[in-house]
T-cell receptor, first 113, second 116 residues
């Protein structure tokens, strides 16, 4: 079975600074996708970024980028120029052949003005 | 973009009654939808996979008779919590999948269920 681990329950970052959220996963599949989702206080799940395992190039979406280390099964999210609106819970997630999403426990990110 | 709605957004019911939550894909067809449960400050727990025209597949530990799922059309899946009890109070979220692979799923806004 696939597992996703987010070991840090909380992090804090100063506005305009950069923060990195960590995630590791375990799988025996060769083809899969990894995601970072943001859940603000409204609780609407918002897709931040998606990475296909076969793509060596790290995905980027504006201020958000990932460091995908396939051999190490690591998938961290870097948020640059942090903004107050980035404060939320962030979930790392995995999906493979069965299409089910497996989520990590999540990390609560706070942004200090 | 793909939009998924849920109705109601918040429901309060009395213990012993049943409540139905609807999940709709508004601008695309979804052969597969998923239902999750989330407790405060915790992760999403997959309850079941809903496939149009067939029985839902429940995750281990989820009571099929308590959480009835019906995927009546390519745009609608419903979750009925039967004989609700206070411990069923939670946040329920659905997602709808585009195509046959799980890499493109869109989430509904969630439904807060409070059982008194």
């Amino acid at each position: 079975a696939q597992t996703v681990t987010q070991s840090q329950p909380e992090m804090s970052v100063q506005e305009a600074e950069t923060v990195t959220l960590s995630c590791t996963y375990d799988t025996s599949e060769s083809d899969y996708y990894l995601f970072w989702y943001k859940q603000p206080p409204s609780r609407q799940m918002i897709l931040v970024i998606r990475q296909e395992a076969y793509k060596q190039q790290n995905a980027t979406e504006n201020r958000f980028s990932v460091n995908f280390q396939k051999a190490a099964k690591s998938f961290s999210l870097k948020i640059s120029d942090s903004q107050l609106g980035d404060a939320a819970m962030y979930f790392c997630a995995y999906t493979g052949a069965n299409s089910k999403l497996t989520f990590g426990k999540g990390i609560t990110l706070s942004v200090r003005p | 973009g793909a939009v998924v709605s849920q109705h109601p957004s918040w429901v309060i019911c009395k213990s012993g009654t049943s409540v139905k939550i609807e999940c709709r894909s508004l601008d695309f067809q979804a052969t597969t939808m998923f239902w999750y449960r989330q407790f405060p400050k915790q992760s999403l727990m997959l309850m079941a996979t809903s496939n149009e025209g067939s029985k839902a597949t429940y995750e281990q530990g989820v009571e099929k008779d308590k959480f009835l799922i019906n995927h009546a059309s390519l745009t609608l899946s419903t979750l009925t919590v039967t004989s609700a009890h206070p411990e069923d109070s939670s946040f329920y979220i659905c997602s709808a999948q585009v195509g046959s692979w799980g890499y493109e799923q869109y989430f509904g806004p969630g439904t807060r269920l409070t059982v008194t």
